[in-house]
């Protein structure tokens, strides 16, 4: 409740000027799982996707398989994000508004190296075949993989706890705008 008390004058403001289109940006922690009711280290993944300079899908959750390193929860997680990539390629499609591709960005080069490249790294022979459904949709031009600093990848703060400054920056990111309570949004 004190979160929305707090956060009830700012709103979403997709600025259709702007001309950034639609893209994403994923990220995921490592093993940070550490609650009393599961011991098993799965990771967190969490994506957003803008249009418009506003977001408008984001997704936090805890991964499914445990990872044996931060590359495979990143790829994992980069995975799941085309999947959504995919989908809204297609919605595009069908509104007569198609994207050539959807821009994807993520903070681990060597998740990305792994998305692609089709030939099974010594590294990630392990992972489920699902999550090299990447690859396909690299391969299909619905995505690109393109490679961001930590600290300018906004999906940072769906994965961890965030200081002040890189938690203000990110909000920023997502197209959140301030409205004092005395203005109309």
């Known amino acids: 409740m004190r979160y ?3 956060t009830s004058n700012y709103a979403l403001v997709y600025d259709s000027s702007s001309n950034t289109g639609l893209y994403a940006y994923c990220d995921s922690s490592y093993g940070d799982d550490q ?4 011991r098993k280290r799965r990771s967190t ?3 957003y996707f803008s249009l418009a300079s506003a977001s ?3 997704h936090s ?4 398989l445990v990872s044996t390193s931060s590359t495979m929860a990143e790829y994992m997680a980069l ?4 999947r959504d990539c995919a ?9 007569g508004k198609p994207f050539d591709h959807i821009p994807l960005y993520g903070d681990s080069r060597g998740a990305i190296f792994n998305s692609q490249k089709p030939v099974t790294q010594k590294g990630i022979k392990h992972i489920e075949i699902r999550y090299h459904y990447i690859r396909e949709q690299i391969e ?15 999906a940072d703060m769906f994965t961890k706890n965030l200081g002040p400054i890189l938690f203000l920056k990110h909000r920023e990111g997502l197209g959140l705008e301030f409205y004092p309570p005395s203005q109309n949004v």
């Open 45 to 47: 993944q969490g994506f």
């Open 87 to 95: 989908w809204y390629k297609i919605l595009f499609e069908e509104l």
């Open 79 to 82: 995975s799941d994000c085309a």
């Open 61 to 64: 959750k805890m991964q499914a």
């Open 140 to 154: 299909k031009g619905t995505v690109k993989l393109y490679a961001v600093p930590t600290a300018d990848n906004t």
């Open 56 to 58: 408008i899908k984001w």
């Open 35 to 38: 609650s009393e009711l599961d």
């Open 4 to 6: 929305l008390v707090s």
